[in-house]
């Protein structure tokens, strides 16, 4: 089956800070979300991005679907933004869709 | 809120119990999913519902028993589970298979 790989597995960062993490992917994907998971454990959805380049207010991710990565962008990083970071894809029309292992993500005020 | 609602938020139960936990979607959407989300593990697919037809069971140990009576409602049915299915249990919709998919806030189960 379709692998997922995310990296780094863990991020310290301090307010203000810019980060990129990254998934990759070892086939052909159909869909590609990131989501963040919050404390309470509710995974909130980021974005859609099978291909192309997306923006929402801080955040900006971009999936390059022939080298098989994505890539996700948090500037000027908020305590609030602490958290597991999750990458997940679909490859085919199977609806499975496959989580990489997170992003652990701590902001430090 | 995502649409997507999951009861109870905390279940505690003990190994000889049966309970189900219940999700309801909002969104319109046609299919259903179940994920386990253990502690230090990534999230595993469980089952998979499209237009209430069971299209997913990712070997799964039959004392968990899925539902879907209509594209809105899905349950999971428990019974003589294990201490070690203790964790996280996520519904989600998507309006087709592969398409965006919406979570829940998800169910914590203790099995004692």
């Known amino acids: 089956g379709i692998q997922v790989e995310q990296s780094p597995p863990d991020l310290i960062l301090q307010e203000g800070a810019n980060s990129t993490l990254r998934c990759n992917f070892s086939d052909s994907v159909n869909n590609l979300q990131w989501f963040h998971q919050n404390p309470w454990g509710q995974l909130i959805n980021l974005f859609y991005i099978p291909s192309g380049t997306k923006q929402n207010g801080r955040l900006s991710a971009t999936t390059v679907a022939t080298e098989r990565y994505s890539l996700l962008y948090i500037s000027s990083s908020q305590t609030t933004d602490s958290g597991v970071y999750f990458c997940a894809v679909v490859a085919g029309n199977t609806g499975k869709l496959i989580f990489g292992q997170g992003t652990t993500l701590q902001v430090k005020p | 809120e995502t649409g997507v609602t999951q009861t109870p938020r905390h279940l505690v139960m003990g190994m000889t119990n049966k309970k189900s936990l219940k999700c309801e979607q909002h969104?319109?959407?046609?299919?259903m999913y179940w994920y386990k989300q253990s502690a230090k593990k990534p999230l595993e697919l469980m089952f998979v519902y499209s237009l209430e037809e069971r299209v997913e069971n990712n070997s799964v140990p039959s004392r968990f028993s899925p539902e879907c009576p209509n594209s809105s409602h899905l349950f999971l049915h428990l019974h003589t589970l294990q201490p070690e299915d203790s964790a996280l249990y996520l519904c989600?919709?998507?309006?087709?298979?592969?398409?965006?998919?919406?979570f829940g806030e998800g169910s914590r189960l203790t099995v004692l």
């Open positions: 989600a919709s998507s309006q087709r298979l592969a398409g965006e998919l919406f």
């Open positions: 969104l319109g959407h046609n299919a």
